[in-house]
């Protein structure tokens, strides 16, 4: 059993910048795949990015790419992603979610934490 925490999210303006932290607690952190979606009000739960069990192999969203940045550090059982350059579309609730393998779909992640609420305003 994996339990994630998510932490991080807060209010920010245009073009700042957030760094979410998701916590585990279990102690096989670092043989699960990790990810973070995201889901807006109103909207389906969407892909943002994912990392592999080492952190060599990550993927994103085409509208993320060049602003994220997933990474994970296994010994303090801790993923990451900073967020720069926000923008009022990236308003919505972010989970993070432990799988198997680093992938682009909900149904590739078995764990999932409760979300962190982040907010850009224009």
């Known amino acids: 059993q994996v339990q994630l925490v998510e932490s991080g999210g807060g209010l920010v303006q245009t073009g700042g910048s957030l760094r979410l932290s998701c916590a585990s607690s279990?102690?096989?952190?670092?043989?699960?795949?990790m990810g973070w979606f995201r889901q807006g009000s109103g909207k389906e739960r969407e892909f943002v990015a994912t990392?592999?069990?080492?952190?060599?192999?990550?993927y994103y969203a085409s509208s993320v790419k060049g602003r994220f940045t997933i990474s994970r550090d296994n010994a303090k059982n801790t993923l990451y992603l900073q967020m720069n350059s926000l923008e009022p579309e990236d308003t919505a609730a972010y989970y993070c979610?432990?799988?198997?393998?680093?992938?682009?779909?909900?149904?590739?992640?078995?764990?999932w934490g409760q979300g962190t609420q982040v907010t850009v305003s224009s």
């Open positions: 279990g102690r096989t952190f670092s043989s699960y795949a």
């Open positions: 990392i592999s069990w080492s952190g060599g192999t990550t």
């Open positions: 979610a432990a799988g198997s393998v680093p992938g682009r779909h909900s149904t590739d992640y078995n764990y």
